[in-house]
C-alpha cells in the first residue's frame, strides 16, 4: 500500500453490471424497487439509486447478449431492514430468488439474478444492528 496520502480509498464509487438490453435491464431492476438516477440519451448507461448515497448501481449496456458468464458472478449485497421481507417483495414483483432467504452472521440475505448473471444480495443486520445502518 503506498503511504502516498493521495491514494486513500475513501469508498464506493459506483459498481458497474454488464447488460444485453439496456431498457430491459431498467425495467427489471424497477420491478426490484430500484429507482433510476440518471439515464443520459444514447449513452447505453443508466444509474440506480441506493438509499441516500451518491454512487450507484451503473447498467451498462454491452453486445454480449442473454448469456450469464460461465464463471460464478461476483455478488454485489445491499443493506436492506428486513431481507425476508424483501423475499417477498421481490417475489411479488415477479423476480425469482436464486435460493430461499438464508442466515449469515449479520442476519439474514436473500439474493436475485438478473437476466445476464449479475447477482444481488439483499441483506438485513437483524442479528449485529450495531453494523447496520439503522442501529
Known amino acids: 500500500m503506498p503511504d502516498d496520502e493521495s491514494y486513500e480509498l475513501l469508498g464506493f464509487d459506483n459498481v458497474l453490471l454488464p447488460v444485453g438490453v ?3 435491464a431498467v425495467g ?14 444514447g449513452a447505453g448507461i443508466a444509474l440506480l439509486k441506493v438509499g441516500g ?6 447498467l451498462r449496456e454491452e453486445e454480449f447478449g442473454y448469456r ?7 455478488r454485489v449485497w445491499l443493506e436492506v431492514p428486513d431481507a425476508r421481507a424483501a423475499a417477498r417483495e421481490l417475489t ?3 423476480i425469482d430468488l436464486l435460493d ?7 442476519g439474514w440475505t436473500v439474493e ?5 448473471g449479475n447477482v444481488l444480495g439483499f441483506t438485513d443486520y437483524g442479528e449485529r444492528p450495531e453494523l447496520g445502518r439503522r442501529p
Open 68 to 74: 450469464p458468464p460461465p464463471w460464478p458472478s461476483p
Open 53 to 58: 448515497e451518491t454512487p450507484g448501481i451503473l
Open 100 to 106: 430461499e432467504p438464508f442466515a449469515v452472521a449479520t
Open 112 to 116: 436475485i439474478a438478473d437476466p445476464w
Open 92 to 94: 411479488k414483483a415477479g
Open 28 to 41: 427489471f431492476y424497477e420491478l426490484a424497487g430500484f429507482a433510476v438516477s440518471f439515464r443520459p440519451d
Open 22 to 24: 439496456l431498457g430491459e
